[in-house]
Antibody
Framework: QLQLQESGPGLVKPSETLSLTCTVS??????????WGWIRQPPGKGLEWIGS???????YYNPSLKSRVTISVDTSKNQFSLRFTSVTAADTAVFFC???????????WGQGTMVTVSA | SYELTQPPSVSVSPGQTARITCSGD??????SYWYQQKSGQAPVLVIY???ERPSGIPERFSGSSSGTSVTLTISGVQAEDEADYYC??????????FGGGTKLTVL
């Protein structure tokens, strides 16, 4: 059974870089049939797609976040990572990693990890 | 930027039918997806490609599409269906977007 698990620091200082990793088990992120990506949810608010990548190596980013976001992949560890620069308190959120089939919705999600931006 | 618009809240009594709408200009050209999110949990996909239901999702969940709007219908609502519901689709450039979410209250 596919499982995704987010990991990373729960507290980041303003202006610094937030780094998270998603570890995938029970399936390969090298599969040609899926996108893998990140979604965030500020406390009490809605979901926001951050970005995704495909097996072909193409990455896609939310245009409103693109200047601050990088998604990278480590196929040897079956992991992918999120790097989010110049964070502010407005970036405080639960961050989810998720899988999406090419012709489907996000069908598998991690449990989410809460990241607080505060001095 | 592209937006998907949902009503903030919908309330129904148990056994009744709940309908949650989502509107967006690109919906005639892009598939829609619906997620259920219960408090403190990750979202769960309940409808994909406008009308398809993933395995394990009860038959009372259905989706439909008409022009620039899509609708999630929950027939015979149960107390366990109380949750936030989000639509998701893509804009013309292919960037994925979520609606603002609808809180379903079962009275």
């Amino acid at each position: 059974q596919l499982q995704l698990q987010e990991s990373g620091p729960g507290l980041v200082k303003p202006s610094e870089t937030l780094s998270l990793t998603c570890t995938v088990s029970g399936g390969s992120i090298s599969s040609s049939s899926y996108y893998w990506g990140w979604i965030r949810q500020p406390p009490g608010k809605g979901l926001e797609w951050i970005g995704s990548f495909s097996y072909s190596g193409t990455t896609y980013y939310n245009p409103s976040l693109k200047s601050r976001v990088t998604i990278s992949v480590d196929t040897s560890k079956n992991q992918f990572s999120l790097r989010f620069t110049s964070v502010t308190a407005a970036d405080t959120a639960v961050f989810f990693c998720a899988r999406r089939p090419y012709n489907g919705g996000f069908d598998n999600w991690g449990q989410g990890t809460m990241v607080t931006v505060s001095a | 930027s592209y937006e998907l618009t949902q009503p903030p809240s919908v309330s129904v009594s148990p056994g009744q039918t709940a309908r949650i709408t989502c509107s967006g200009d690109a919906l005639p050209k892009q598939y829609s997806y619906w997620y259920q999110q219960k408090s403190g949990q990750a979202p769960v996909l309940v409808i994909y490609k406008d009308t398809e239901r993933p395995s394990g999702i009860p038959e009372r969940f259905s989706g439909s599409s008409s022009g620039t709007s899509v609708t999630l219908t929950i027939s015979g609502v149960q107390a366990e269906d109380e949750a936030d519901y989000y639509c998701q689709s893509a804009d013309i450039s292919g960037s994925w977007v979520f609606g603002g979410g609808t809180k379903l209250t079962v009275l």
